[in-house]
């Protein structure tokens, strides 16, 4: 069968389908469905326990789960008590996977919403006569009758129409009512919203009647289609999952490595096996960041939380930081970066043009001349005022206050038409007598009034149709004859503005006419034209240029016409100075992906596009780097949305389909939430890039304390009789430091002027240079703080003096903790240093740090704890060595950091 069934007359489809405006037999429809199959989408569910499989592959867990095995398995051969130790890692696993198993199964939900929007029943022509069918059992060629109010059951090609309008939002994202015809379309590269003749599963029938002949079911008809793409679209990672993702993979390695190196330098020198195998369980602990899941999970969840305070709901964690990386945001343009609310911004009357201030429903705004000068009262006229009048009463909206929000009941275009005559008081409306309706053959729509001693019959409609029906036109309160090829330049040139013009007509009749026929819609008297728009929403003009001073290139992508997107964005100030290049649909068939990866980095409006539109424009921008969020709320942005690296559903008018595939729902669908939670995701790199700074060069450091120990056990007895630290220990200390002091860095306070930076580059990696240098500043201050407090009380110690040898273990337990608190005072910025920040910012390090102490305090002399975490109590005087451990830590990164600022100046002083 052919797809260009637009381009097909209505008797050549039923002449292809061998069927005829009265439908199909019942047996023809058995045959074809045996042929065809239901009329329905076929979708197939990953099990649960695949999904759940998937969330054990992850590296960091693999490593975790081998970790809590050994550990376990030396509890259970009582050869160490590594109980809570298993317990805390295998607590870490657990919850890892359960938020993974929750964020997974989104397409699937998508596509469970995609089969809710099928309708259940439908009427069709069966053997000669209406019948009520279910929805799955139509076939190719099955008539179906449609009237206002119904779900379009599968893709028609009309062949009768009356006064039919469509609502085909959710598929093409026309904002209007689509009107309806039979005549076929010669272009053959047409997005469905172009395709008039055609009526899509899914979408509405708003006003009107009509019949089509089934041409579609199931996964071909466009609904389908999306489903279809849906399911082959793979949602990819964020660079922050990819990145965790090599980090750890990296790190897994390096420990891995350093503890074989380690068994090889202990067998090289003769140490015990047992010993050997403890001291390499402890290095590996040591350097294991098991809290690391949770604190990019901790420091995510926190900035989903201050997003959704801006209306930005976070529906998969890692979107929180992707959308601070973002370098491109393609938006949709109705109701995202428009207030989808139809208003007149100028008005023509009177040879004299206007402009109306005022955006949205809200009666309030003033009429100003071409040089600005506001209108008095006084200076309104007849015939402006006539103008808007008949676009007041003529007219079936009306304008409602609720929770002191206003909103039109009725058309868009109608409701601007009462909102502009508001502006200037017009509030009241005549009693009305009679109506013709707005029908699409005749272009207009006119009313009549009882005005007192007189009847008035008021008149809209398209200029072109306005002005052929008027003899006269109203200029300063007289009739003067009407001019009009000067009427239709003024149009045009409203037309060219992206504007949506209507003309206005009245025309007084005798009180006995109170009924009213086309035949009396001649010799009217012209008053003037509305200009209305679906106008930029105030914050989005604002967001986007805060876009451009972020780095961030904004990319209107619409189902509207091409020159009111390109007008609109001009508005935005979309696009370089010179303008915003524009695409349109049609070009857009004809492009090839190559053709496409050249020109998305220059086009920055595509307008009349179809679903698949979407998809090509993010991968290709993918493919040149880009990171991209996507924002959509029909059912055809759902494949650009999963493929996207952020989807941004609208809350609002969003589909479910849309909602199930997004990273992000915004509640109040303003593009100004977008960027407002793109500062957010940066603040969460910021303090997560802080975090990571911090938790990992300690890991690091024990690592090097125990290695240290190894190698110098067959210098040292000491060292040869214990290790500085029990794995216990080491395990305690990342625990605590995760809780108490890692997370407190994930509430740091936001850096100023972060929308004044250029977004992350996603291929920059964790394991940087300031990274390297830290884990080896800290790594040696730790090493060395604990081989010292070790060795200076525990020298003197034989094999059977074992008092003093876990006391001096439990200093250096301290010790270590205590170059932790000097650390974490300087990491809560990554350049700048501590004295220039204020230090009671943020109260919760604060109180972390006091935590810290308490608890170690705790762990020394609290007998019961002592068994526990196999620690003794330390003698008073021991204290104040200890207490110096607070210094290195802090010293040492002030010092680097001092460094490398005077070597950035120096640079850019001999750049200068």
């Not at 819609?521 to 967001?543: C, S, Y």
């Not at 729902?665 to 793109?678: R, Y």
């Not at 109260?843 to 810290?852: C, D």
């Amino acid at each position: 069968m052919s797809e260009k069934w637009h381009q097909q007359e209505s008797s050549k489809v039923f002449d292809v389908l061998e069927t005829s405006s009265l439908g199909l037999t019942s047996l023809e429809a058995n045959e074809r469905l045996t042929k065809y199959g239901y009329n329905e989408l076929a979708l197939k569910k990953r099990s649960p326990f695949m999904r759940l499989l998937d969330q054990v592959r992850s590296p960091l867990v693999l490593i975790l789960v081998v970790a809590a095995s050994v550990t376990s398995t030396l509890s259970a051969l009582h050869l160490e008590d590594l109980w809570m130790d298993t317990a805390v890692i295998v607590g870490v696993v657990v919850l890892n996977v359960v938020l993974g198993f929750q964020q997974e199964g989104k397409a699937e939900g998508a596509l469970e919403a995609l089969k809710k929007m099928s309708v259940s029943n439908c009427t069709v022509i069966r053997d000669k006569v209406e019948k009520i069918i279910p929805t799955r059992e139509l076939v190719p060629g099955d008539v179906v009758v449609l009237n206002s109010g119904d779900k379009v059951p599968a893709d028609l090609r009309l062949f009768y129409t009356k006064d039919a309008y469509a609502d085909e939002a959710s598929l093409t994202g026309e904002s209007t009512p689509v009107a309806k015809s039979t005549e076929s379309i010669s272009s053959s590269n047409l997005t469905p919203a172009d395709q008039v003749c055609m009526a899509f599963s899914g979408t509405f029938i708003t006003r009107g009647s009509a019949r089509g002949v089934v041409v579609r079911t199931a996964e071909k008809t466009e609904f389908g289609k999306i489903a279809t793409l849906v399911k082959k679209t793979q949602t990819i990672k964020t660079p922050l999952q990819k990145q965790i993702g090599a980090f750890t993979t990296t790190l897994i390695v390096v420990i891995l490595g350093i503890a074989v190196v380690n068994a090889l330098i202990g067998i090289a020198v003769g140490q015990d096996a047992i010993y050997l195998f403890m001291a390499s369980v402890a290095l590996i602990v040591a350097g294991i960041p098991e809290m690391l899941p949770m604190i990019v999970t901790g420091v995510l969840s926190l900035a989903a939380t201050e997003m959704a305070k801006k209306n930005a709901l976070i529906r998969r964690l890692p979107a929180t930081e992707t959308l601070g990386s973002t370098t491109v945001i393609c938006s949709d343009k109705t109701g995202t970066l428009t207030k989808n609310e139809m208003t007149v911004s100028k008005v023509y009357a009177g040879y004299r043009s206007y402009r109306l201030t005022g955006v949205g429903y809200e009666p309030k705004g003033q009429f100003l001349t071409d040089e600005g000068v506001e209108l008095t009262t006084e200076g309104y006229g007849f015939e402006l005022i006539e103008t808007l009048k008949a676009g007041y009463l003529c007219n079936n909206a009306s304008l409602t206050l609720e929770d002191s929000q206003y909103h039109i009941i009725g058309d868009p275009t109608e409701g601007a038409l009462i909102v502009s005559a508001a502006k200037v008081g017009i509030v009241n409306k005549s009693p009305r007598l009679d109506e013709i309706p707005f029908d699409s053959e005749r272009m207009y729509m006119a009313t009549m009034h009882d005005e007192g001693d007189r009847n008035v019959i008021y008149v809209k409609g398209s200029p072109e149709k306005i002005v052929a029906i008027c003899g006269a036109h109203a200029i300063d309160g007289k009739h003067v004859p009407i001019d009009k090829e000067v009427i239709q330049k003024v149009a045009d040139s409203m037309a060219e503005e992206a504007l949506r013009v209507l003309g206005m007509a009245y025309k007084i009749v005798p009180k006995e006419t109170t009924a009213l026929t086309p035949e009396d819609l001649k010799d009217l008297v012209f008053v003037g034209l509305q200009g209305m728009m679906d106008p930029p929403r105030p914050e989005a003009i604002e967001a986007v240029q805060k876009c451009k001073q972020a780095g961030i290139r904004t990319v209107m992508i619409t189902g509207d016409h091409l020159r009111t997107a390109i007008a609109i964005a001009s508005k935005l100030n979309i696009g370089d100075n010179k303008g915003a290049r524009a695409l349109s649909g049609e070009q857009l068939f004809q492009m090839s992906d190559e053709q496409l990866y050249d020109a998305v980095n220059d086009v920055s409006v595509y307008a009349r596009v179809a679903p698949e539109h979407k998809l090509r424009i993010a991968q290709q921008l993918q493919k040149r780097g880009e990171i991209v969020t996507m924002t959509g709320d029909g059912v055809n942005d759902a494949p650009a949305l999963k493929a996207s690296d952020i989807g941004v559903a609208m809350g609002i008018t969003g589909t479910e389909v849309s909602k199930e595939v997004s990273s992000i729902v915004l509640t109040d669908d303003n593009f100004a939430s977008i960027v407002s939670a793109a500062e957010e995701g940066r603040h969460a790199w910021k303090n997560l890039e802080k975090a990571i700074l911090y938790t990992l060069p300690t890991n690091f450091g024990q690592m090097a304390l125990i290695m240290g120990s190894m190698m110098l056990a067959p210098l040292i007895t000491l060292f040869a009789l214990r290790l500085p630290l029990e794995p216990i220990h080491i395990l305690w200390i990342n625990l605590a430091d995760s809780v108490f002091l890692t997370m407190p860095l994930l509430f740091e306070p936001k850096e100023k002027g972060l929308l004044n930076e250029p977004p992350r580059n996603p291929k920059n990696k964790i394991v940087n240079g300031v990274f390297i240098v830290r884990v080896g500043l800290v790594a040696a201050v730790m090493a060395a703080t604990g081989f010292a407090v070790f060795w200076y009380f525990g020298n003197s110690a034989t094999a059977s003096d074992l008092l003093i040898l876990v006391q001096a273990q439990t200093a250096a337990f301290i010790a270590v903790q205590f170059v932790h608190l000097g650390y974490v005072i300087t990491a809560r910025s990554v350049y700048d240093s501590a004295f220039k920040l204020n230090p009671f910012s943020n109260k919760w390090l604060i109180a972390g740090i006091a935590v810290t102490i308490v608890t170690g305090l705790v762990l020394v002399y609290v007998p019961v704890v002592q068994v526990i975490f196999k620690t003794a109590s330390i003698p008073l005087e021991w204290w104040p060595v200890i207490l110096l451990a607070l210094i290195p830590g802090f010293l040492i990164i002030e010092l680097e950091k001092a460094i490398r600022k005077g070597l950035r100046k120096s640079r850019r002083n001999s750049k200068a």
